[in-house]
């Protein structure tokens, strides 16, 4: 019988292993983040999300972004955290603690949230502005 092998070596790599702007390391599932001190690996990419975070806050709020919308892995469905609780969550997570992943449903308004990847997009745009702009202050996009 030739029955379809799935070998896991041929599983294609993960496109973000390896890679800083791997998305939201702060929300992936618990048994990356074991209850207890966070290894310097995590710690690292969590600083990471913190000052991308930041950023995205800096960027976006004034915008009227209320915060960033994330597929959920243990419902399928998109929540939406709001600036200052992403912050929190990764502050707690940097001080070793579990964070509860389900926020308590408040019907946040799907309109003025955005995706962590748009907020990577929307910062790397705003890089290059300014990059250009300083090369050429005549620059305008
Ligand atoms: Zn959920």
């Known amino acids: 019988m030739d029955g379809v092998n799935y070998d896991d070596a041929l599983m294609p790599p993960d496109p973000f292993a390896g890679d800083p702007n791997d998305p939201a390391s702060f929300l992936e599932p618990d048994d990356d983040y074991p209850e207890g001190p966070v290894s310097d690996e ?9 000052t991308n975070v930041r950023r995205f806050r800096e960027l976006l709020e004034p915008r009227g972004v209320r915060g960033i919308s994330m597929l959920c892995d243990d ?19 940097l001080s070793g603690d579990a964070v509860p992943v389900h926020e308590p449903g408040a019907a946040p308004d799907p309109d003025f949230y955005v995706s962590w ?4 997009g929307y910062a790397d745009a705003v890089d290059w502005i300014e990059q250009e702009h300083r090369a050429n202050p005549r620059f305008r996009f």
């Open 42 to 50: 995590e710690r690292v990419l969590l600083r990471e999300d913190l």
């Open 75 to 93: 419902c399928d469905e998109l929540h939406y955290y709001d600036w200052p609780i992403i912050l929190a969550n990764i502050t707690t997570l």
């Open 117 to 120: 990847e748009y907020c990577a």
